[in-house]
């Protein structure tokens, strides 16, 4: 649902050095949870949300375990925290009675419109808490993930009869949430994840990080970024490479990232046909338009912890296209053939295709690369994002229906 129309127009500064015309509506309060203390996973698009939704108008508060990258990340957005919650995920007791008790003193003193959850332990803290206050506030929780959710006798309760609206970042994680809980097709509504496109935009010094690392400019590079660990397709993307690498001699690949696979990678890459063709570009988080940038082609080979798969519409905002996993809801983010390849989980045939069809013409890639930005440009606004977030926060408190 499109918001024009709904009261009055107004100009704001959003961030990130750019200004938006928006329509202002009925202003609402709302307190986001999560049982993180890391910026890592969920917590970025959640301070994104927020962040947006602050924009707009609306009084927006977080809680979440505070000490550590994630409370710098919200206090440098310039948004405000909840005191004195541990949400820290574990099964203590204590720490679970304190912060029912102080998220409920929290919630009378605010009146929040909405609680909105982003993790199952803070799902159960909330519901917890709001028990019994009236007018009781909405409760909503997203589901990042790609994974089945419970269903057993406590969380179909939770879902059915404490829950007022789910969130998903895909149609395919719909279908597979409405498979375990159908009657609930009503409550459960697609939003899909997005990026900050002043960010992540194409017009970054493509040659600097290869200069960095070593690699020759004229040198077709292909690009995972990713955890480094066995769920995010890493030994698929080795098994297809000896071929890639014959057929591709000047091609680089570039590993981006951290994980348990580290060491392994590294006594990998010294042997032929690797030596001298994968490079380690570390863990990167203030450069990682430029580390898209010197991509000829990025792939996504696993689902992560955040199903919205961020790393695909990264690429794709910097213009580099990607070869995605058929899974989740990479299919419904990559455009195939025009911004990008989807390939079924461990096809080593069509994988293998798929790098040397991109890698050994760079004109090609390039071109699905400027398809990929707009496309990018189209469907991947965090402002967007937030809008249609509280249209259907206000749907429900005003009784309408949503398609």
Same mark, same amino acid.
């Given at each position: 649902?499109?918001?024009?129309?709904?009261?009055?127009?107004?100009?704001?500064?959003?961030?990130? +050095?750019?200004?938006?015309?928006?329509?202002?509506?009925?202003?609402?309060?709302?307190? #986001?949870?999560?049982?993180?203390?890391?910026?890592?996973?969920?917590?970025?698009?959640?301070?994104?949300?927020?962040?947006?939704?602050?924009?707009? +108008? %609306?009084?927006?508060?977080?809680?979440?375990?505070?000490?550590?990258?994630?409370?710098?990340?919200?206090?440098?957005?310039?948004?405000?925290?909840?005191?004195?919650?541990?949400?820290?995920?574990?099964?203590?007791?204590? %720490?679970?009675?304190?912060?029912?008790?102080?998220?409920?003193? #929290?919630?009378?003193?605010?009146?929040?419109?909405?609680?909105?959850?982003?993790?199952? #332990?803070? %799902?159960?803290?909330?519901?917890?808490?709001?028990?019994?206050?009236? =007018?009781?506030?909405?409760?909503?929780?997203?589901?990042?993930?790609?994974?089945?959710?419970?269903?057993?006798?406590?969380? $179909? %309760?939770?879902?059915?009869?404490?829950?007022?609206?789910?969130?998903?970042?895909?149609?395919?994680?719909?279908?597979?949430?409405?498979?375990?809980?159908?009657?609930?097709?009503?409550?459960?509504?697609?939003?899909?994840?997005?990026?900050?496109?002043?960010?992540?935009?194409?017009?970054?010094?493509?040659?600097? &990080? $290869?200069?960095?690392?070593?690699?020759?400019?004229?040198?077709?590079?292909? @690009?995972?970024?990713?955890?480094?660990?066995?769920?995010?397709?890493?030994?698929?993307?080795?098994?297809?490479? *000896?071929?890639?690498?014959?057929?591709?001699?000047?091609?680089?690949?570039?590993?981006?990232?951290?994980?348990?696979?580290?060491?392994?990678?590294?006594?990998?890459?010294?042997? =032929? =046909?690797?030596?001298?063709?994968?490079?380690?570009? +570390?863990?990167?988080?203030?450069?990682? *338009?430029?580390?898209?940038?010197?991509?000829?082609?990025?792939?996504?080979?696993? &689902?992560?912890?955040? @199903?919205?798969?961020?790393?695909?519409?990264?690429?794709?905002?910097?213009?580099?296209?990607?070869? +995605?996993?058929?899974?989740?809801?990479?299919?419904?983010?990559?455009?195939?053939?025009?911004? @990008?390849?989807?390939? *079924?989980?461990?096809?080593?045939?069509?994988?293998?295709?798929?790098?040397?069809?991109?890698?050994?013409?760079?004109?090609?890639?390039?071109?699905?690369?400027?398809?990929?930005?707009?496309?990018?440009?189209?469907?991947?606004?965090?402002?967007?994002?937030?809008?249609?977030?509280?249209?259907?926060?206000?749907?429900?408190?005003?009784?309408?229906?949503?398609?």
């Amino acid at each position: 649902m499109k918001w024009e129309g709904r009261g009055n127009k107004d100009s704001f500064d959003v961030g990130y +050095g750019f200004t938006r015309i928006i329509m202002m509506q009925e202003s609402l309060r709302v307190i #986001h949870l999560a049982s993180t203390k890391r910026l890592t996973g969920v917590a970025e698009p959640m301070v994104n949300l927020a962040f947006y939704q602050k924009a707009l +108008g %609306h009084d927006v508060i977080l809680g979440f375990e505070q000490g550590r990258s994630l409370e710098k990340y919200v206090k440098g957005m310039g948004l405000s925290i909840l005191p004195d919650l541990h949400l820290d995920g574990r099964l203590n007791p204590f %720490h679970i009675m304190q912060d029912v008790r102080r998220l409920r003193r #929290h919630i009378e003193t605010l009146s929040p419109d909405v609680v909105h959850c982003h993790l199952l #332990h803070d %799902h159960w803290i909330a519901v917890l808490a709001t028990r019994g206050i009236l =007018p009781r506030p909405f409760v909503f929780r997203t589901m990042h993930r790609f994974v089945s959710p419970y269903h057993d006798p406590f969380h $179909r %309760h939770l879902f059915t009869g404490l829950t007022d609206g789910i969130i998903v970042p895909s149609v395919a994680m719909r279908r597979l949430f409405l498979r375990w809980y159908p009657l609930l097709a009503p409550r459960v509504f697609v939003i899909r994840g997005g990026v900050n496109l002043e960010r992540y935009r194409p017009d970054v010094d493509r040659r600097r &990080l $290869r200069h960095e690392l070593g690699i020759p400019e004229d040198a077709p590079v292909a @690009g995972i970024v990713a955890r480094l660990r066995k769920d995010r397709g890493i030994d698929w993307l080795f098994a297809s490479l *000896p071929h890639v690498l014959s057929s591709v001699p000047k091609c680089r690949i570039m590993i981006v990232g951290q994980g348990e696979l580290q060491g392994k990678i590294r006594n990998i890459m010294s042997e =032929p =046909p690797f030596q001298g063709c994968v490079v380690m570009a +570390g863990y990167r988080t203030h450069d990682l *338009p430029l580390t898209y940038g010197a991509m000829d082609v990025s792939l996504f080979l696993g &689902l992560g912890s955040e @199903g919205s798969c961020r790393a695909v519409m990264e690429a794709m905002a910097c213009g580099t296209p990607v070869i +995605g996993v058929d899974k989740g809801a990479v299919p419904e983010i990559i455009s195939e053939g025009v911004t @990008g390849f989807v390939v *079924p989980e461990g096809d080593e045939r069509l994988l293998t295709e798929r790098l040397c069809e991109l890698l050994s013409n760079r004109k090609f890639a390039s071109d699905m690369g400027e398809a990929a930005r707009q496309r990018a440009d189209n469907l991947f606004c965090l402002y967007d994002k937030a809008l249609q977030m509280c249209d259907v926060y206000l749907a429900l408190k005003q009784g309408r229906h949503l398609p």
